[in-house]
């Protein structure tokens, strides 16, 4: 499958603790996304990477929240001392560069929940 | 601030009609328009996109979709539904050029269910 990979695809935690997600491209993309998405809502963005330079971050990306991507591949993001509130799906999409290629292709999701 | 409304949270048709989901934009400037799927315990998945040109356009499975720019519409529109395309449907949208232009802005989905 050369699709969006995304690691683990369940994470249960306790309030407080820190959690990380990965995220693996379509390996000829150069950009990256992460997405928030809860019940009933559309997904919400959070931030964005062209190779390994974060770009773009949304205000809903508070302290808490990290991400990186070191050398241009895969992503990660980290959530310190989690809250109830950041139970949700979180989504990473990629996108290549170049003419044409607006349109974003996603993973399956990490879901998390905090308990 | 950039948003997307779908106005309908389900839409139900018979098998073998023709069916509609509704989406208007509100995007600075000219806007990219996207629709994407969504079935239980998948990802989003890319039907359609319009970028410039024809306001007619087609994508996957027998869809296509219409850009009305004086009504700021972009609905979703099958000929002739299947039981198949019963599944979560969004409308995504991002201003052609300046910040934001690589955050899609989603609105909340319309759960389409195609009866037999």
């Known amino acids: 499958d050369t699709g969006v990979s995304q690691n683990p695809r369940h994470k249960i935690t306790k309030r407080g603790q820190n959690v990380t997600f990965r995220c693996d491209p379509i390996?000829?993309?150069?950009?990256l996304y992460w997405y928030r998405q809860t019940l009933g809502q559309g997904p919400e963005f959070l931030t964005y990477?062209?190779?390994?330079?974060?770009?773009?971050k949304s205000r809903l990306l508070s302290d808490r929240f990290s991400a990186e991507r070191p050398k241009g591949s895969f992503s990660t993001l980290e959530i310190q001392r989690t809250e109830q509130g950041d139970s949700a799906m979180y989504l990473c999409?990629?996108?290549?560069?170049?003419?044409?290629?607006?349109?974003?292709?996603f993973g399956p999701g990490t879901r998390l929940t905090v308990t | 601030a950039q948003s997307v409304a779908q106005p309908e949270d389900q839409v139900n048709v018979a098998e073998g009609n023709p069916l509609t989901v509704k989406c208007t934009y509100s995007?600075?400037?000219?806007?990219?328009l996207f629709w994407y799927v969504q079935y239980p315990n998948r990802g989003l998945q890319f039907l359609l996109k319009?970028?410039?040109?024809?306001?007619l356009v087609k994508g996957s499975y027998g869809f296509e979709a219409e850009f009305n720019k004086s009504q700021t519409s972009f609905h979703l529109k099958k000929p002739s539904a299947l039981v198949s395309d019963s599944a979560l449907y969004f409308c995504?949208?991002?201003?052609?050029?300046?910040?934001?232009?690589?955050?899609?802005?989603f609105g909340k989905g319309t759960k389409l269910s195609v009866i037999p």
């Open positions: 995504a949208g991002a201003p052609i050029h300046g910040a934001g232009s690589y955050q899609l802005t």
């Open positions: 390996s000829e993309h150069n950009r």
């Open positions: 319009y970028i410039t040109g024809d306001n």
């Open positions: 995007v600075s400037g000219n806007p990219y």
């Open positions: 999409a990629s996108s290549p560069s170049g003419t044409g290629s607006y349109e974003q292709y």
């Open positions: 990477f062209q190779n390994e330079a974060q770009l773009e």
